[in-house]
């Protein structure tokens, strides 16, 4: 509907009769005052004011209807005969007008200005009632969202009572069938090729058992809230190899270790990453062959595998190559599933969990991971970490 305002009769139904004839629903007011208590009790989609009325001028209605919430994106056309010099113009623009037009006026152009800004009015309509639905979705989802996260923490709170539970509770019955079973073989089986036989994979299974316990437990730490602290990666590594000793000398495997970086990272968990991935390329070398193992480093500008070096980059790039068997890369995805193997558990011990805790620990730390290999020609894993968290955490929140 449209709202003529003009406080002569005449104009009021010339304008009227122009109107209903190309079918606009129309209503008047015979003065500003008149205008705005229209205004508040029914919905327009234009406004013709006139400027020149006893009382309030249309400028002052203007700028009024422009002060409602409900009614200031109504479009305003100002129409007169008196006041056409260009301050009058400019004037009408600054107090919420859309268009200005002088008497005498055209019909037909009136009529197309009429057309138009009726049919904007009703898209910047439609417009905002999408937004404000699409806001009302958005506070809802969020509500969603908080409720999901209260439900996870309560989750991950069951989950590290669980964590509890089975390094004790689970892990209490197989040491003692691990102690009793070696009692017997020492005490009972000397004599019994057979029965040592059996109680021996008695053993290697608790033993397998308690592996797996273990990784489990690791695993399920991950879910922890992360506490990033400033890490040598050199001496993390070294530690790590300390505890590797035993294996390294089995094997007479050779390491070649590079400088790496210090970066803001969770120590535990990169002390964790490297046994593991070291502790592969231990269990995975060649039979007849000394395992050689490389590890080194490079910084790169952006978070990926491929970026080029750079000097000054805010990411690190790890290499951690080796000798071993490898694998075939069709079966690269695979290998970072939980209880995913590639070769039987009596040909290489293991639970299948390991490489899972790494990219665990990669997405932990906001980086990336794969691999490169082919079979029988050993495999180098390139890991992707940000050498600052909170500079990258800052950098992703602008990004949003």
Known sequence: MILIVDDKQENLYSLKALLRLN????????????????????????????????????????????????????????????????????????????????????????????????????????????????????????????QANKELELSNAELQQYAFIASHDLQEPLRKIIT?????????????????????????????????INDLLSYSRLAEPPRFNTCNLNQLLQETMADLEVAIKEKEAVLQISHLPVIEAIPDQMRQLFQNLVSNALK?????????????????????????????????????????????????????????RLHGKDEYHGTGIGLTIVKKIIQKHNGLISAESSEGQGATFMLVLPLKQAAILETETQGL
């Open 23 to 146: 079918l606009y629903e129309v209503d008047t007011a015979a003065s500003g005052e008149e205008a705005l208590k229209r205004i508040l009790k029914n919905e327009y989609e234009l406004i013709i004011l006139d400027v020149q009325m006893p009382g309030m001028d249309g400028y002052e209605v203007a700028e009024t209807i422009t002060g409602y919430s409900r009614s200031r994106d109504i479009p305003i056309i100002f129409l007169s005969a008196v006041n056409i010099d260009k301050r009058f113009v400019t004037k009408g623009y600054a107090s919420g007008g859309v268009d200005y037009i002088t008497k005498p006026f055209d019909a037909d152009i009136l009529l197309l200005k009429v057309k138009t800004f009726t049919r904007l009015y009703r898209q910047t309509k439609e417009l905002n009632d999408i937004k404000e639905t699409l806001e009302q979705k958005v506070e809802e989802r969020t509500k969603a969202l908080v």
């Open 284 to 340: 995975f070398s060649k039979k007849d062959t000394p395992p050689v193992i490389k590890i080194w480093s490079e910084l790169i500008d952006q978070r990926s595998l491929t970026a080029g070096i750079s000097g000054k980059g805010a990411w690190c790039r790890i290499y951690i190559s080796d000798n071993g068997i490898g694998f075939n890369e069709m079966y690269l995805d695979k290998i970072f599933h939980m209880f995913q």
């Open 180 to 212: 009793f079973s070696r009692l017997v073989i020492e005490r009972f089986l000397g004599s019994d090729p057979e029965a040592l036989q059996y109680m021996n994979k008695v053993i290697s299974s608790s033993e397998r058992m308690r592996s797996l």
